[in-house]
């Protein structure tokens, strides 16, 4: 179920539906993947031609060289982080070589293929799944050659044949059919209560479709979208199954799933504004911030790790379709009065979520 939605003014797909659970505490990792085609090009023909000049009736062979087919580079991009670019074009195809011309000159070499990819994709044989390249470092791999440009008749001049009428066709390119896979690492975390409209949100800015429902921890386990924003690069937010208060003691699911945003630098922290369960929005935030101060406590002794409460928080008031634009102003100043700046959104309604998306992108990106 992949698939192409024009959400906003915004491009956004999806990933991966099924992520890849990870029981041994490891940070989840989802995988990104496509099958493409690609192809170097052909070698140019070398050219049959012999001079003709004026005082020269019969000019000696002077057909150059095809040009070399183009290659079909690798080339890994540490700007991006998903392999969004290959959902779409399936096949794609390096330059032939230009064919050899008169006077001994050489074709032009076709134009290698760049294929831009983030770094960890690696590279497989669609049917075989060997892996062939395992692209890591920023730089240039060629991955096919293009084929070899075919001599021309210039080239086969002998003393004995001074007039060859025969040239070399340009060397053939390589077909692959490769299997790109990349493993994720979420850049935006959204966390909140259950029901607070996570899984929602993440279904209205990227294709995927997690299960939505109004009770409480209907999300099990993350679920991730691939978002691109309007500048054309993309990041990737992971929705997290609800805390609750007591959550660092095991209570509601526990905090378990916070390890999987450990290395997570944005949150976006989501709240009911609806107050539909009966609970103080401003009381919610609270709420979760004190399980994520809990959960740094318990995990400071760890070395390198980042407290979550300290970590950037997009501070973000949902359903705003259902709450009166006074109620809406009052709960914005409680938090203003706070210190806490928020957002408005409507998840459901897709309300803000353009400003949501381009906020979460400045951010990101940066
Ligand atoms: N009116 C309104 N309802 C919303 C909005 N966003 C989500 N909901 C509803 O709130 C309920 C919970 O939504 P979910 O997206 O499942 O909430 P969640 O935060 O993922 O919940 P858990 O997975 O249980 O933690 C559903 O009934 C949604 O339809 C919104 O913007 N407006
Ligand atoms: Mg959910």
């Known amino acids: 179920m992949r698939r192409l939605v024009l959400l906003t003014g915004l ?12 029981p041994d505490g490891e940070v989840v990792k989802f995988v990104d993947e496509v099958s493409i085609s690609v192809s170097s090009g052909k070698g140019g023909a070398g050219a049959v031609s012999f001079r003709r000049e004026a005082m020269e009736a019969r000019g000696g062979p002077d057909g150059g060289d095809g040009g070399r087919g183009g290659h079909v580079v690798f080339r890994v991009q540490p700007q991006l982080n998903t392999l969004i670019d290959y959902r779409f074009k399936k096949k794609f195809s390096a330059e032939n070589g ?101 899984s929602t949100l993440i279904s209205s800015i990227s294709a995927a479709k997690p299960k939505i429902a109004d009770y409480p921890f209907t999300t099990l386990a993350p679920n991730l979208g691939v978002v691109r924003a309007h500048d054309e690069r993309s990041f990737v937010v992971a929705d997290i199954p609800g805390l609750v208060p007591g959550a660092h003691k095991g209570i509601g699911l526990g905090t378990q799933f916070l390890r999987h945003i450990e290395r997570t630098n944005l949150f976006v922290h989501l709240i009911d504004a609806s107050g539909s369960a009966g609970r103080d929005p401003l009381q919610d935030y609270r709420d979760i911030m004190h399980e994520l101060v809990e959960y740094d406590r318990a995990k400071a002794a760890e070395e390198g790790f980042r407290p979550l409460a300290e970590r950037e928080q997009l501070v973000v008031l949902n359903k705003i379709d259902v709450l009166p634009p006074e109620d809406l102003a009052i709960l914005q100043d409680r938090f203003a009065r706070e210190g806490i700046v928020t957002l408005s959104i409507s998840a459901a309604s897709h309300r803000g979520l353009r400003e949501l998306v381009t906020e979460i992108g400045k951010r990101v990106l940066k």
């Not at 000159?105 to 799944?129: C, H, N, R, S, Y």
Request: net charge negative; hydrophobic share 35%.
């Open 11 to 22: 491009f956004v797909f999806n990933v991966c539906e099924a992520p890849h659970w990870c």
């Open 98 to 198: 230009h064919p050899g011309r008169f006077s001994n000159m050489t074709g032009a070499d076709g134009k290698d293929l760049i294929l831009e990819v983030p770094p960890g994709t690696v590279v497989k044989d669609a049917e075989t799944q060997e892996v062939l390249l395992d692209l890591s470092e920023p730089g240039d791999t060629v991955f096919l050659k293009g084929g070899r440009g075919g001599k021309g008749n210039w080239f086969f001049r002998t003393s004995v044949n001074q007039a060859p009428e025969n040239a070399q066709p340009g060397e053939m390119g390589d077909l692959r059919q490769v299997h790109l896979e990349l493993k994720l690492i979420a850049d935006v975390g959204v966390i909140g209560y259950p029901n607070a409209g996570k």
